[in-house]
């Protein structure tokens, strides 16, 4: 891949736990680099952690679901990971938007929708890496 948005830089500090609840556990983000101008919303991303690329979904937005509309939360579900990286410190290149942060009727609407903002980005990442074949492959997809 050639190109992104724009890139943030973060550390992993502790949430409220609400992905892990409904099984898309999340990386927040403080943010460290400059705050970006962006649309709230869904956005496919890739992850650079210790060097390893790893592929993510990342809402940016006010969680209207949860009608949690105090700060602009950044939070990274990473695609197929499962490792502690509280504290740790993450640089995420935000790749395209999915679409925009809206509120669901429930719970389980949103983890349709999820599942389905998973897929999407799934599938784009992995044609975006076979159409860079001599750059930089990501490790998890």
């Not at 937005?61 to 410190?89: A, K, Q, W």
């Not at 980005?121 to 750059?135: A, G, I, P």
Request: hydrophobic fraction near 35%; glycine fraction near 6%; charged fraction near 25%.
């Amino acid at each position: 891949m050639n190109s992104f948005i724009t890139s943030i830089h973060g550390t992993v500090i502790s949430g409220k736990q609400i992905g892990r609840t409904i099984g898309f556990p999340t990386a927040n983000l403080q943010i460290l680099s400059e705050i970006p101008k962006l649309d709230y919303g869904v956005y496919g991303v890739i992850v650079d952690w210790k060097g390893s690329k790893i592929l993510g979904i990342m809402n940016i937005g006010i969680r209207p679901t949860f009608h949690d509309h105090s700060e602009v939360s950044y939070e990274v579900h990473l695609l197929d990971f499962d490792e502690n990286i509280y504290y740790e410190h993450i640089n995420v290149d935000i790749c395209f938007q999915v679409r925009e942060e809206r509120s669901f009727k429930d719970i389980s609407e949103l983890i349709k929708q999820i599942q389905s903002d998973v897929a999407y980005v799934k599938e784009k990442l992995r044609v975006m890496d076979r159409s860079n074949q001599n750059k930089n492959h990501f490790v998890h997809v």
